[in-house]
Every structure is written in structure tokens, then in C-alpha cells.
């Protein structure tokens, strides 16, 4: 790094050298004709002694900054020159490059957001989705992979097998903070949601057990971190503050910690409810506790020395049991005898799940992944289209290479040097796609600068 | 002449630079000349690696340099020694000292 500097700075330490080796000389010179010697004789002597004052010069040169790199800087100097020379050359093929890297950069990060990207909690590698294959019997809404909130509270009791179960729904409220009420994305939660993720909070407290043991009676909200920051400015006066939700006056009692999103990167939620406050977060929904209403995803923690093969296996036993049971309940539906038998052949079925669960991700994954590939291959056609250009423009450089080899350059110097060439303009093309993003990430920043004046 | 005289050994050039600046501080010049009077004109030393040695311990911060008026009157770049060279020359003259008494000892095992 201090080389690198020193490259900057090296007309000042070239003018103090060669200021040092006059003296130097200089010196020497007085006192060998002190010994009698005439000036030139002197003179020849002392630069003999130090060796030639070039080479002197440029082994000093060499502790500045290694060869290796100033001939790369150097490299990249007559690179710079010769492309502002044939700047038609270097506006195509930056152009194509910068296509072909934007394109592939801008579908790379959304297939890391969308498909690869893991939670932001604690060991996300050991989460599962936890669904059920087969018919339930029940009524429903909401998207995928859905169930009741009785059998989550069941599958809480599976501790051989689970460290914590949580079930969430998204849903969208209308909320007013102290003034007109706008729709904003929700997400409801089992009680130990929070401390089952490892997600803590930034401000107050998340939501816990307690928030959600009887419907209806803990009318408190937590926060998103995003939505504290941007809607309320970041008031740190927000907690114990009254909300509204669905008209419901609900306590915000906490902001989460930054980086968390919820566990569906398609829906970011401004706030999580307690599931016992489901009735007045969903208008019309009392079927809290019904255990034929699938309406919520559930997940799970696999305990650490539990395989998710064998958690798989070791649950359908109970599961088998507790669909018997289902069926003997009050209040479960009069169905047909082929699906009774469907009901009852129905299995639960675990999936990886650190991504967190996604209906987003469930649509998109293999449309994304094709349009990667489509942009990958785009990525080489423009570094085929590229390496053409290279290929006319080396033939047009004929005559300069060959010169170059006959003033006694040699064939690696000279790749070096055309290394440097292809390595600038790729450089160059990611500069160029990489500065149009940057300055689409910031979007509002600008003009509310401008309104604070 | 030159055969009466050694070159002087890898690495030690470093060394010796330390040992002189930690006396006073001096211009390149006068390094070269010191050497030669102390070691009798015994030890060789090629005054063309003598600057590169200079801007290679100044590039690691053992010397400081400083642009000063000379006793000829001229402006010349003197060389001193900084905490860090300092401690740089106890570490290498404990090294130093370590290699020759062992090299010592080898030789007067061959005598004996």
C-alpha cells in the first residue's frame, strides 16, 4: 500500500534522489582531486564507484515500488493512452462488456435474494418447513404450505425432535399512527417466533410467550426496523406508543433488530402481531383456535442431533394418532368416505428451509434460475464479441509488436502488457454498469436533502 | 587492492547503516566515508548499494530523513536513526552476536 503511494508521489522522490547522488558525487569529487587527481579523471572515478549512476538509480527505484508493479503501472499508463487513442474501439467494447456484466450482476443479485440468500437468525441451516401432504379438511386462505394453529401448538410438543415450532401468517392492516390509516404489511406470529429465530430487538422488546396466550387479551405490536426508520424518522419515543390496527388500539412494545425482514423475502413486513390479537388484525376471522382452518406457515428448529430424515420419520407415528383423534372430534367436518381415507393416509413432510419460507421464491425459483442462465450466456457473447474486437485490433498492432520485439522487448513483457490492456477495459466496463446501480440505490436521499434547507 | 579487501557479507550492510546513524546522524556521503575509515579499509563496501540500503530502511521507517545544510555548506539529505531503527539495531546486533559466537565455537572445536 505504501508502495502504491509511493508511485503517486514519484516525480518528488526522483527530484530528491537525484539532488542526493549530485551531492554525492559532487563530494567525492572535491576530495579525490584534493589527492591530486585532475576533474574529469575524478569525476570518472567517482560515478565508477557508486556503480553507474543509472543503475543506481534504478535499484532505488526497485525499493519505491517492486518491478513488477511499476511495470504494471506503467503498463496500465500505455494501455489508458493507446484505448483514448481509438476511443470507437473502447466505447464498443466497454459497452458490450458493461451489458453483459450488468445484465449478469443485476439477475445474480436477485437470485440472491430471492433464492440463495439464508435468514439473517440464528443457524438458519437448521430450520425446516414443516407441511402437510395431503388433504386436511379443511377450509383456508393464504398461499402455500398452510395449517392450522392448533396443530402448530401440537407440533410445539414434538421437543425429541424440534428445538421450537413457529407458525406466522402474512397479512396486510390497516394502520394509523396518529394519523390517516394506510395499508401496511403485517406479519402474525406464534408467541415464540421471535426467541425460536434468535432475532432480538433494536429498540424495547420482541414479542414473546406471553403476548400470546389468550385471544384477544395482549394488544401489543412490534416494529419493523426498516418501517421505524423511514415512517417515524426513528423516534425513539415510539415505544408505549398507541396504534391503531384495524381500528384496534394496540401498544407498540419494540423495533426489531436491523437486519431482520421477516421469514419471506416476497412480503417485508412493517410489524408482527401476536397470533392471539388474529381476530382483530384479520376483520372477520375468529377461527383462532379452530383446528380445521389452515391458514398459517409453520416452521421449525430441528435439535442439533436430530437429522431431518429422522425427525421426518419419527413424527408420523404421533402424526397418524392425532389425525385418529381428529376424526372422533366434535366439530370435525361430515366428509365423503374417500376423503376421510384421504385425510387419513395425509403424512407431514420437513424441507430445508434456511431461506425462511417464500411463495415468491416458490413461483420464481425456476424462471429466475433460466433468465441467470440466459444472462450468463449473454455474459460470453459479450466477451465473444470483445475478444473479436481484440482479435482485429491485435492484427491492425501488428507493426507495434513487432517493433517492440525488435528494440528487444520479450514475449512475456509484451503479453504483460496486453494482459494490462484486456484487464483495464474489463475494469472499465464493470465501472461502468457498477455506477448506474449506485446511484439508483439511493433514490430519496437526494431531494430530502434538498428539502431540509 | 581489491583483493586485500572483503566484500562486505549479505545482509549486513543493514546493519552496519544502523550502527553509524546511531552515533549521529549523516548525510550518504558521509556514511560511506565512515565505513571505510572504521573498518580500516578492510571491508568493501559497493557505494552503489549503499543508497538503496538507505531508501529501503527509510521505506521501513528505521531512519528518518531530513534535508539539512552540510558542513560545505551545501544541502544534503542526513539520515537518522528513529526508535523503531534503534530497537531494530539491538535485535540485529543480538542476532549478530549469537552467529559469530557459534561460528567462534565451531572453529575452536576444529582446534582443539
Known amino acids: ?453 | 587492492m581489491p583483493s586485500a579487501r572483503f566484500p562486505i557479507p549479505q545482509g549486513t550492510l543493514d546493519m552496519l547503516i544502523l550502527q553509524i546513524l546511531s552515533l549521529e546522524p549523516a548525510h550518504g556521503y558521509g556514511i560511506a566515508q565512515r565505513l571505510e575509515q572504521i573498518s580500516q579499509s578492510v571491508v568493501q563496501v559497493n557505494q552503489g548499494s549503499l543508497y538503496p540500503a538507505l531508501h529501503r530502511l527509510e521505506q521501513k521507517k528505521w531512519l528518518h530523513a531530513e534535508w539539512k545544510q552540510s558542513e560545505t555548506g551545501r544541502e544534503a539529505k542526513f539520515y537518522s536513526l528513529t526508535s523503531s531503527g534503534r530497537k531494530q539495531l539491538g535485535i540485529e546486533k543480538d542476532s549478530w552476536a549469537r552467529l559469530s559466537g557459534a561460528v567462534r565455537l565451531i572453529f575452536d572445536e576444529g582446534n582443539r
Request: aromatic share 8%; hydrophobic share 45%.
Open chain 1, 1 to 453: 500500500m505504501k508502495q502504491l503511494l509511493n508511485w503517486f508521489r514519484r516525480g518528488q522522490l526522483e527530484s530528491g534522489l537525484d539532488r542526493e547522488l549530485q551531492y554525492h558525487i559532487d563530494r567525492r569529487v572535491s576530495d579525490l582531486m584534493l589527492c591530486g587527481l585532475p576533474e574529469w579523471e575524478a569525476r570518472r572515478q567517482a560515478t565508477l564507484e557508486l556503480g553507474g549512476l543509472p543503475q543506481v538509480r534504478e535499484e532505488v527505484r526497485d525499493v519505491w515500488l517492486s518491478r513488477w508493479l511499476r511495470d504494471f503501472a506503467y503498463d496500465l499508463r500505455f494501455s489508458a493512452r493507446s484505448f483514448l487513442r481509438s476511443r470507437s474501439f473502447t466505447a464498443t467494447a466497454v459497452l458490450s462488456l458493461a451489458l453483459g456484466i450488468g445484465a449478469t450482476t443485476a439477475i445474480y443479485s436477485l437470485v440472491n435474494q430471492v433464492l440463495l440468500q439464508a435468514l439473517p437468525v440464528r443457524q438458519p441451516e437448521r430450520l425446516v418447513l414443516i407441511d402437510w401432504k395431503g388433504d386436511q379438511a379443511a377450509n383456508g386462505f393464504g398461499s402455500w404450505n398452510l395449517m392450522s394453529y392448533p396443530i402448530c401448538r401440537d407440533l410445539q410438543l414434538q421437543d425429541r425432535f424440534f428445538e421450537g415450532v413457529l407458525c406466522r401468517a402474512a397479512t396486510t392492516v390497516n394502520l394509523s399512527i396518529g394519523g390517516e390509516p394506510k395499508p401496511a404489511a403485517a406479519e402474525i406470529v406464534s408467541g415464540n417466533y421471535f426467541s425460536m429465530l434468535g432475532v432480538g430487538p433494536a429498540l424495547g422488546r420482541v414479542l414473546g410467550n406471553d403476548d400470546d396466550r389468550t385471544p384477544g387479551a395482549s394488544p401489543v405490536v412490534v416494529l419493523a426496523y426498516d418501517f421505524w426508520r423511514t415512517q417515524l424518522a426513528g423516534a425513539p419515543d415510539v415505544l408505549g406508543s398507541k396504534v391503531l390496527v384495524n381500528q384496534h388500539p394496540m401498544t407498540v412494545v419494540g423495533v426489531t433488530a436491523p437486519a431482520f425482514r421477516g421469514i419471506d423475502v416476497g412480503e417485508v413486513p412493517s410489524l408482527w402481531i401476536p397470533a392471539a390479537m388474529s381476530a382483530q388484525a384479520i376483520p372477520g376471522f375468529n377461527d383462532l383456535l379452530d383446528r380445521r382452518t389452515r391458514w398459517m406457515q409453520v416452521l421449525g428448529r430441528l435439535r442439533p442431533d436430530v437429522s431431518l430424515a429422522q425427525a421426518q420419520v419419527g413424527l408420523q407415528p404421533w402424526f397418524k394418532a392425532m389425525l385418529d383423534e381428529d376424526t372422533r372430534r366434535a366439530g370435525f367436518p361430515r366428509i365423503t368416505v374417500e376423503r376421510r381415507q384421504r385425510f387419513l393416509a395425509s403424512r407431514i413432510e420437513l424441507t430445508p428451509a434456511p431461506q425462511g419460507h417464500s411463495s415468491l421464491r416458490r413461483r420464481l425459483s425456476q424462471p429466475l434460475w433460466v433468465l441467470f442462465a440466459i444472462t450468463a450466456v449473454l455474459l460470453g457473447l459479450a466477451c465473444l464479441n470483445v475478444a473479436g474486437l481484440f482479435l482485429a485490433r491485435g492484427s491492425a498492432r501488428d507493426r507495434e509488436i513487432s517493433t517492440r520485439l525488435a528494440l528487444g522487448a520479450s514475449r512475456g513483457r509484451i503479453g504483460r502488457q496486453l494482459l494490462a490492456d484486456s484487464l483495464l477495459l474489463a475494469l472499465a466496463g464493470g465501472a461502468r454498469c457498477g455506477a448506474r446501480p449506485a446511484r439508483l440505490a439511493q433514490p430519496h436521499r437526494v431531494p430530502a436533502s434538498r428539502c431540509g434547507r
